[in-house]
Nanobody, 126 residues
Framework: QVQLVESGGGLVQAGGSLRLSCATS????????MGWFRQAPGKEREFVAA????????YYANSVKGRFTISRDNAKNALYLQMNSLKPEDTAVYHC???????????????????WGQGTQVTVSS
């Protein structure tokens, strides 16, 4: 059983930056493809970014491409999301997720992930 704990959320002004972290335990981190999703009030959970098990392959939602960067440190069992040029529409609870996938695969849909964190709130003020 893999446990995921997000941190790094908070309140930031539009144009600012935040770095989210996801600490993992209970499994072999490098065995999992990882992703970030977010859910705004009254909306469905949506894909943000994904990274392969090695970290060599990454994929982003169009809405965050060029502003967000996903990365991972397999030695530290940690996943990160660097968020720059934040916009009010980025306000949401951000969740990290882990799923078993092929070595080079990136997974973009909720159903592909097996484990989820509780989330961290990101609020961007205008």
């Amino acid at each position: 059983q893999v446990q995921l704990v997000e941190s790094g959320g908070g309140l930031v002004q539009a144009g600012g930056s935040l770095r989210l972290s996801c600490a993992t335990s209970g499994g072999t981190f490098s065995s999992y493809a990882m992703g970030w999703f977010r859910q705004a009030p009254g909306k469905e959970r949506e894909f943000v970014a994904a990274i392969s098990r090695s970290g060599a392959s990454k994929y982003y939602a169009n809405s965050v491409k060029g502003r967000f960067t996903i990365s991972r440190d397999n030695a530290k069992n940690a996943l990160y999301l660097q968020m720059n040029s934040l916009k009010p529409e980025d306000t949401a609870v951000y969740h990290c997720a882990a799923g078993r996938g092929a070595w080079g695969s990136v997974m973009r849909t909720i159903n592909e992930y097996d484990y989820w964190g509780q989330g961290t709130q990101v609020t961007v003020s205008s």
